[in-house]
């Protein structure tokens, strides 16, 4: 589990295709901290570190993960947003996170408003019961607060901390970004629908 508050931005510094799959190693400044089996958030994603040493770390991806979220896109020197996993003494800064990237979006438009800059992102309709004005969403990982919805887009307000602390400075109109939406609506959800039955 994970909260959406990035705490390094990592380097992707080789990624091999496997039969099937990804491997992918990563540079971080906190990689000597690591230990193989540990989960770690790669933008959004949850994985298991296979491999580390004092500089980087290596994880593993399947073909589902690849064909369902953006790290199929990544290849040598794309930035990630890297979180390790939560531990029981930790302040929970941001909201809860799973790691399970619910769909892909897509960015329609960034725009800077006075020193922040306001992102636009379209994600596949049938998601639109979970995006509530002033919720919680993760995009890439990053806890962010939905600041205003209409049909399958959303807006998010990045204060200049976050947009030069994540890789959300290196993206640009057109990019696809991870989704994953707030556990607590999925949770009301279905026990709407299930009401319903």
């Given amino acids: 589990m994970f909260t959406g508050i990035i705490k390094s931005v990592g380097t992707v510094e080789k990624a091999i ?3 099937g799959g990804k491997e992918i190693t990563i540079s971080a400044d906190f990689a000597d901290k690591l230990e193989v089996d540990q989960s ?3 933008n959004g994603v949850c994985h298991t570190v296979t491999a580390c040493n004092e500089a980087s770390f290596t994880v593993q991806s399947v073909e589902e993960t690849l064909r369902k979220t953006n790290i199929g896109d990544l290849s040598e020197e794309s930035m990630v947003n890297l979180e390790r996993s939560l531990r029981p003494d930790q ?3 941001g909201h809860i996170v799973q790691g399970h990237v619910d ?4 960015i329609t438009s960034i725009e800077q408003e006075g020193t922040d800059w306001l992102f636009t992102v379209e994600y596949p309709p049938k998601h639109s019961g979970l995006i509530v004005g002033r919720g919680s969403v993760a995009v890439d990982g990053i806890s962010l607060t939905v600041a205003n919805e209409q049909g399958n887009s959303f807006q998010v307000a990045i204060i200049p901390y976050t947009y030069e602390h994540t890789n ?3 993206k640009q109109s057109g990019d696809t970004v991870n989704l994953e939406f707030d556990i607590l609506g999925k949770y009301v959800l279905k026990h709407l629908e ?3 039955d």
Avoid: F, V
């Fill in 17 to 19: 295709d496997l039969e």
């Fill in 40 to 42: 770690i958030s790669i």
């Fill in 91 to 93: 302040l929970l800064d």
């Fill in 103 to 106: 769909a892909t979006g897509t």
């Fill in 168 to 170: 959300l400075y290196t």
């Fill in 194 to 196: 299930n009401r319903e």
